[in-house]
């Protein structure tokens, strides 16, 4: 279920970026401090039958971008990626998901040392999991909140 107050987020997830609108990946849930993301394994097959890899790297790095649309204000804040890897354990022959969480006093501190120094990195550590709950892949990334630039164009407003 997507919290009314974050359609705008969940729609822009999913079709604000072309390269992700391709994949068909999809917001399942979408909450205060909270987002689950669906990959689909339609679409996104590689030459031997599973989930390409390029489309499990793409949700685990989207991931840090929906999250902070639905933990920070988006009018004064916007995400960056420095970096995530990736680890894949097993074939996903299924659609997977990923589920992403922050706590209010995570979120709360990284908005104080934003407001104060004009950025804070936050890192996520997460699993991908196919359709039997197995994880395929962990994903390690490091993303920065920044206050948005004087004159910067906001695509969500």
Known sequence: MIDEKYKKIADYTKNGIEAIKRTGLTLLECRDNYVKLLMPLEGNVNHIGMMYA????????????????????????????????????????SDVTLVVEMTSDRVGELQER?????????TLDLEIKDAGDETVALVHGIWQVRKIPEGMKNPLV
């Open 54 to 93: 390029g489309s499990l790297f793409t949700i685990g790095e989207v991931s840090g971008g929906a999250i902070f649309g639905v933990t920070f204000d988006y009018l004064k804040y916007i995400p960056i990626v420095k970096e995530v890897t990736i680890r894949y354990r097993k074939p996903a022959l």
């Open 114 to 122: 934003t407001d104060r120094n004009g950025k804070a990195d936050f």
